[in-house]
């Protein structure tokens, strides 16, 4: 099956670095992806959506200049958190969906997730 | 209210029992459904998608009332590897997935 890399795993580190995430999808070409938040019991949140070569949609309330997301090529999207925060502290998770035949029912498939502690 | 809707639980079933749970949508226009499943600390994965015909999956079925606007999951026989999180998602007709927070469950022996 369709298989999407997400790393690192886990990072710890202080308040005000910046911090990237790469997202790989490894079989397939993803023309679309999209990058989550979850805070503990709570549900997956859309950040944003970001197209191949074209820059990134953001949802409501998430800021564009602190959560920046380059989606340079087919299988590969990076999400920096520039200035990270105690409160930036969570789960982020990003997953690609292909191009290709009816997108009304393809699934997204997800990366394994990045846990994010800023001290 | 929220988009959609769950009921959090936790569901505490007995190993071999079966379990069912819905989730309601608000948003009519909602086209595609998705059953997904997530491990604790980990990240979600599919478990089906629901069509509106319904669909079954070995021990797992779904089900699609547009009238009424839920969806359910069934899960028969149920085993221990079965307790997790099940994330019920919408779909908009931009493709934009919309999650419920999630249902608990847990499979006692």
């Known amino acids: 099956g369709a298989v999407v890399s997400q790393h690192p795993s886990w990072v710890i580190c202080k308040s005000g670095t910046s911090v990237k995430i790469e997202c790989r999808s490894l079989?397939?070409?993803?023309?679309?992806m999209f990058w989550y938040r979850q805070f503990p019991k709570q549900s997956l949140m859309l950040m944003a959506t970001s197209n191949e070569g074209s820059k990134a949609t953001y949802e409501q309330g998430v800021e564009k200049d602190k959560f920046l997301i380059n989606h340079a090529s087919l299988t590969l999207s990076t999400l920096t958190v520039t200035s990270a925060h105690p409160e930036d502290s969570s789960f982020y998770i990003c997953?690609?969906?292909?191009?290709?035949?009816?997108?009304?029912?393809?699934?997204?498939?997800f990366g394994d997730g990045t846990r994010l502690s800023i001290l | 209210r929220k988009e959609v809707e769950q009921d959090p639980g936790p569901f505490n079933v007995p190993e071999g029992a079966t379990v069912a749970f819905n989730c309601t949508y608000s948003n009519s226009a909602s086209q595609s459904f998705f059953w997904y499943r997530q491990d604790c600390r980990k990240e979600p994965k599919l478990l089906m998608s629901?069509?509106?015909?319904?669909n079954e999956d070995g021990r797992f079925t779904a089900q699609l009332n547009r009238a009424s606007q839920y969806i359910s999951l069934l899960i028969r026989d149920s085993k221990l590897s079965d307790s997790a999180t099940y994330l019920c998602?919408?779909?908009?007709?931009?493709?934009?997935?919309?999650w419920g927070a999630g249902t608990k469950l847990i499979i006692k022996p």
């Open positions: 998602v919408a779909s908009d007709s931009n493709y934009q997935l919309i």
């Open positions: 997953s690609a969906r292909g191009r290709g035949g009816r997108g009304i029912n393809q699934p997204q498939h």
């Open positions: 079989d397939f070409q993803a023309t679309t």
């Open positions: 629901v069509y509106s015909s319904g």
